[in-house]
């Protein structure tokens, strides 16, 4: 089955500063890769997401970039604000075109971000 | 629109009892995910169900099982509950199984 490392695990970056979250995964055949941010008291939001036959994209300060050769990729925030700081989760699938058989999404153990004042 | 409802949101349980959550989907939404959160093990998948069947599972024991009713509501029940069940319990939903997922606010169980 599918395995998501993601690194690392904690990440303090000063405000203004850009943050990286990288994940890697093992199954060639995935084909979707989200990024869910997990606030305090709050439920996991999906932020951005990327398909494999993209190699990057972005939304405002927030980008994604897909590397199918290395099997890996990564979350760039920029300019990172206080409201940044939450728990970031990376996934994989394989299944997000098989339009039926739902295996969940294989996720990585997530990334604290911690953004200094 | 309301998002993903999960009640309640704690719960605490002594070891053997059994314990059972409830999620409301977002309106519209016919598939209805669970995952365990562990700070150990991060999320992990339990199952999905579409349209009142489960789709698929993920590695866990038969202590773990759900339902869905055909307004799309789900429930998980643990049966013989166990220390390491102590975790934060995800529900997500979406409108089908190729489509993206929403999660509720969880459901934080501990189990004493």
């Known amino acids: 089955g599918e395995n998501v490392e993601q690194h690392p695990s904690t990440l303090s970056v000063q405000e203004g500063d850009s943050a990286v979250i990288k994940c890697t995964y093992s199954?060639?055949?995935?084909?979707?890769f989200p990024w869910y941010k997990q606030e305090l008291g709050k439920g996991s939001q999906l932020i951005i997401d990327i398909r494999s036959n993209v190699g990057e994209k972005k939304d405002q300060r927030i980008a994604v970039t897909l590397n199918k050769t290395a099997k890996h990729f990564s979350l760039h925030i920029t300019e990172t604000q206080p409201e940044d700081s939450a728990v970031y989760f990376c996934a994989a699938t394989d299944r997000m075109y098989s339009g039926g058989g739902a295996d969940g999404l294989t996720f990585g153990k997530g990334t604290h971000l911690i953004i200094q004042p | 629109k309301a998002g993903v409802t999960q009640t309640p949101r704690y719960l605490i349980k002594t070891r053997g009892q059994q314990v059972t959550l409830s999620c409301s989907p977002i309106?519209?939404?016919?598939?209805v995910s669970w995952y365990q959160q562990t700070p150990g093990q991060g999320l992990q998948f339990l199952f999905e169900y579409f349209s009142e069947t489960q789709r698929n599972k993920g590695n866990f024991p038969g202590r773990f099982s759900g339902r869905q009713f055909s307004n799309s509501r789900s429930e998980m029940n643990v049966s013989t509950l166990e220390l390491g069940d102590s975790a934060l319990y995800l529900c997500a939903s979406r409108w089908a199984t190729n489509e993206k997922l929403f999660f509720g606010s969880g459901t934080q169980l501990s189990v004493l």
């Open positions: 309106s519209g939404h016919r598939s």
């Open positions: 199954d060639s055949a995935s084909n979707y």
